[in-house]
């Protein structure tokens, strides 16, 4: 045998290199050291010590800082091209392992919504999940947008299901169904029949509309401001239930989705087509790019198809044609 030395390998951590690559990967998905190192519940000397290694290694700079925020380098890059399939695999290797086995019999699936999507929109698919999966624990988390991207990014739920306007770099958005926007009023309000609605005709009446930081309060504005009309809010209230009911009571009009009208509104309501001046809103699956989809999350991405939704036409007056 020789006395001669072996070579230092290029990798000497490379029997443990899923550690920095699971590292380098979160700190690029989370733009920074201290959230990466919270979400893999270590120190932040550790995460640092690990992406040091890994440029020595490489012999290249792998980020760049933007701002407040660590962004990957070109060749940066490219290593979360390579690397993410390959650490999100690993990270879901038991439960791939526990569906070849035993299948669907059991686990556990988190879905994040907010509460109009959990009211009107998951009922079906939930009832068709739990038929078809009694075994797997279900549970869904009523989040608004912004709380549901940050459930998404620390790997607290599987996938988050809503209406996403912007849709930030790290996660992805599959619009499934699409719906109506609608003016509603009480039966007799006088924009109820009136004839060549205009967006103009809009203005005298106070709006009831969700916070600012949701989306469609956002939309709305986004809509008048363009078409330099002016509008007012009467009120800022949480909850479609809650701004139907104040606007049959006369307390102001409303922008809302065509999914959100149920057939008890009929008599109390009168729902009139803004897709002159509003675009559809979309509903869909958002995940984290590159996260391991377990075989629970899967079959519940599969339930969410277009025909479980009638779409809705409305004429002129405000009625349901369907």
């Known amino acids: 045998m020789s006395s001669k030395e072996a070579p230092t390998p290029r990798f000497p951590y490379k029997s443990d290199r899923l550690k920095p690559l699971r590292a380098f990967c979160q700190t690029v998905r989370l733009g920074s050291v201290s959230r990466a190192a919270e979400a893999l519940f270590v120190s932040q000397p550790a995460i640092t010590l690990q992406l040091q290694a890994l440029e020595r290694e490489l012999g290249v700079s792998l980020f760049e800082r933007s701002g407040r925020r660590l962004a990957p380098s070109r060749e940066g890059e490219v290593l979360y091209e390579l690397a993410q399939p390959l650490v999100a695999g690993l990270d879901g290797l038991d439960a791939t392992f526990r569906e070849k086995v035993s299948g669907l019999e059991a686990g556990e699936l988190n879905v994040a919504a907010n509460s109009s999507t959990i009211l009107y929109l998951l009922p079906k698919i939930v009832e068709h999940f739990r038929q078809q999966h009694p075994e797997v624990k279900l549970t869904l988390h009523n989040a608004a ?172 007056s405000g009625h349901s044609e369907r």
Request: proline residues 8%.
């Open 145 to 316: 947008s912004a709380d549901g991207t940050d459930l998404l990014r620390s790997d607290a739920v599987d996938l988050a299901v809503g209406s996403v306007l912007d849709v930030p770099a790290d996660l992805s958005y599959a619009p499934v169904y699409r719906f109506e926007p609608m003016l509603i009023t009480p039966p007799d309000h006088p924009l109820a029949t009136k004839r060549d609605l205009r967006l103009e005709d809009l203005s005298p009446y106070g709006l009831i509309l969700p916070p600012k930081r949701l989306v469609t309060y956002r939309l709305v504005d986004l809509v008048f401001q363009q078409a330099r009309v002016p509008y007012t809010v009467a009120l800022e209230v949480g909850g479609w239930e809650v701004i139907k009911q104040y606007v049959s009571m006369g307390m102001g009009i409303s922008v809302i989705a065509s999914i959100c009208l149920t057939e008890s509104d009929r008599d109390r309501l009168t729902a009139r087509s803004l897709s002159q001046w509003f675009p559809s809103r979309s509903y869909g699956v958002v995940v984290r790019k590159g996260k391991f989809l377990s075989p629970q999350a899967r079959a519940f991405i599969e339930l969410i198809q277009p025909h479980l939704f009638e779409r809705r036409d409305y004429d002129e």
